[in-house]
């Protein structure tokens, strides 16, 4: 067994290369895993400098110069970040307590619906399938409202985590985007000076991810803003709170579509009841999801990320478990990285002409 094993990582790690690149990816997912929560503003401004860095560049290739480039983008952002906090979270804030004071009225309707099923389909559905389902919704109301208690109990403590996060970040993005070079050239120094094939992944990684995360941002942004103004102009109330969970939706491929319309119907039915008017909302709804499907992602993100959906569901429900809300939206640029990371990983006769050049390479100066 011990054979087997050591037979085995001198076929996959025998070139240098590779160590230095596998020791990189364990290290940090252990730091992500163990130390996230503790380093959530770092990574949070890491991941808003490198969203940012394209604008700049875009700025730089009309010679612009770097440091105006920057104070022009972090003012936008910095002014986009100060209106979503005081104008349109507490917006969707208040939307949402609306609609969580209605839940109990909307499931009485909803229980009215239910208790008409077994009159009018009494061969598929029976009164007594009707009380199980009505017993298990309210266990699940009575468990929701004490979820929300337990939530506001503690909302004064990550409040003031809150408030230190919204400090910290705007900061951090501002000396990331201003010291990029330095910042880089620190984290390079403690990297050997010779890795091809860290650098070959960075690459494949970077041009994967950067075009992926952005694509994605604007995509969110697209969608949120045409499902607010259909909402809008169809009356449908919550119309802010349904078209930033639309929105958000597209996070998840597939599966946030489907998950998202059900508030969207639901909210509809319990509006307007069975009327033209909610048929026009769903299809309104539909039409959104078909486009953004079929226009919207394709003109963003081309060729850019090549995965099978079965890979993209996986990697969803892989990383979603490890990190949560994080892990969901970053599945897709992590299931990239692993791409790359199996693309350019040498094959076992790879690393033996890797090693065979590098011992010919060396003999004439161990001659001299």
Request: net charge neutral; charged share 10%.
């Given at each position: 067994?011990?054979?087997?094993?050591?037979?085995?990582?001198?076929?996959h790690?025998?070139?240098?290369q590779?160590?230095?690149?596998?020791?990189?990816?364990?290290?940090?997912?252990?730091?992500?895993i163990?130390?996230?929560?503790?380093?959530?503003?770092?990574?949070?401004?890491?991941?808003?400098?490198?969203?940012l860095?394209?604008?700049?560049?875009?700025?730089?290739?009309?010679?612009?110069?770097?440091?105006?480039?920057?104070?022009?983008?972090?003012?936008?952002?910095?002014?986009?970040?100060?209106?979503?906090?005081?104008?349109?979270?507490?917006?969707?804030?208040?939307?949402?307590?609306?609609?969580?004071?209605?839940?109990?009225?909307?499931?009485?309707?909803?229980?009215?619906?239910?208790?008409?099923?077994?009159?009018?389909?009494?061969?598929?559905?029976?009164?007594?399938?009707?009380?199980?389902?009505?017993?298990?919704?309210?266990t699940?109301?009575?468990?929701m409202?004490?979820?929300?208690?337990?939530?506001?109990?503690?909302?004064?403590?990550?409040?003031?985590?809150?408030?230190?996060?919204?400090?910290?970040?705007?900061?951090?993005?501002?000396?990331?985007?201003?010291?990029?070079?330095?910042?880089?050239?620190?984290?390079?120094?403690?990297?050997?000076?010779?890795?091809?094939?860290?650098?070959?992944?960075?690459?494949?990684?970077?041009?994967?991810?950067?075009?992926?995360?952005?694509?994605?941002?604007?995509?969110?942004?697209?969608?949120?803003?045409?499902?607010?103004?259909?909402?809008?102009?169809?009356?449908?109330?919550?119309?802010?709170?349904?078209?930033?969970?639309?929105?958000?939706?597209?996070?998840?491929?597939?599966?946030?579509?489907?998950?998202?319309?059900?508030?969207?119907?639901?909210?509809?039915?319990?509006?307007?009841?069975?009327?033209?008017?909610?048929?026009?909302?769903?299809?309104?709804?539909l039409?959104?999801?078909?486009?953004?499907?079929?226009?919207?992602?394709?003109?963003?993100?081309?060729?850019?990320?090549?995965?099978?959906?079965?890979?993209?569901?996986?990697?969803?429900?892989?990383?979603?478990?490890?990190?949560g809300?994080?892990?969901?939206?970053f599945?897709?640029?992590?299931?990239?990285?692993?791409?790359?990371?199996?693309?350019?990983?040498?094959?076992?006769?790879?690393?033996?002409?890797?090693?065979?050049?590098?011992?010919?390479?060396?003999?004439p100066?161990?001659?001299?």
């Amino acid at each position: 067994m011990i054979a087997y094993l050591k037979d085995w990582f001198d076929r996959h790690f025998s070139d240098p290369q590779v160590v230095i690149l596998a020791l990189l990816l364990i290290l940090g997912s252990l730091v992500i895993i163990f130390a996230g929560k503790l380093l959530a503003p770092l990574i949070a401004s890491v991941i808003i400098a490198y969203l940012l860095e394209g604008a700049v560049r875009k700025l730089q290739s009309w010679r612009v110069p770097r440091l105006p480039a920057v104070l022009l983008v972090f003012t936008i952002f910095l002014s986009l970040f100060i209106t979503a906090i005081f104008l349109l979270v507490p917006l969707l804030v208040q939307q949402l307590t609306q609609l969580f004071h209605e839940v109990p009225a909307m499931i009485s309707k909803g229980q009215e619906l239910l208790l008409q099923l077994p009159e009018r389909y009494p061969q598929l559905v029976s009164e007594e399938q009707i009380r199980e389902v009505m017993a298990m919704i309210r266990t699940e109301s009575a468990a929701m409202g004490q979820r929300v208690v337990m939530l506001s109990l503690t909302s004064a403590v990550h409040l003031v985590t809150f408030l230190v996060y919204l400090i910290l970040v705007p900061l951090l993005v501002f000396f990331m985007l201003k010291d990029k070079e330095a910042i880089i050239g620190w984290v390079l120094s403690f990297l050997p000076r010779h890795r091809p094939l860290v650098n070959l992944v960075w690459e494949d990684v970077n041009a994967g991810i950067g075009s992926y995360v952005r694509g994605k941002f604007v995509e969110i942004l697209i969608v949120w803003v045409v499902s607010y103004i259909t909402f809008s102009l169809l009356g449908l109330q919550y119309a802010m709170l349904l078209s930033f969970l639309v929105g958000i939706s597209v996070i998840i491929p597939y599966i946030g579509a489907a998950v998202v319309t059900i508030p969207v119907v639901a909210v509809a039915y319990f509006q307007f009841g069975i009327v033209p008017q909610f048929w026009y909302v769903l299809i309104a709804y539909l039409v959104i999801q078909f486009l953004d499907g079929n226009v919207l992602v394709p003109l963003l993100f081309s060729e850019v990320v090549n995965l099978h959906p079965v890979a993209i569901i996986a990697a969803v429900i892989v990383f979603g478990g490890l990190w949560g809300i994080w892990g969901v939206f970053f599945a897709i640029p992590l299931a990239t990285l692993v791409a790359a990371v199996i693309k350019a990983w040498p094959s076992p006769s790879e690393q033996r002409d890797l090693a065979a050049n590098k011992t010919d390479d060396e003999t004439p100066a161990e001659q001299a």
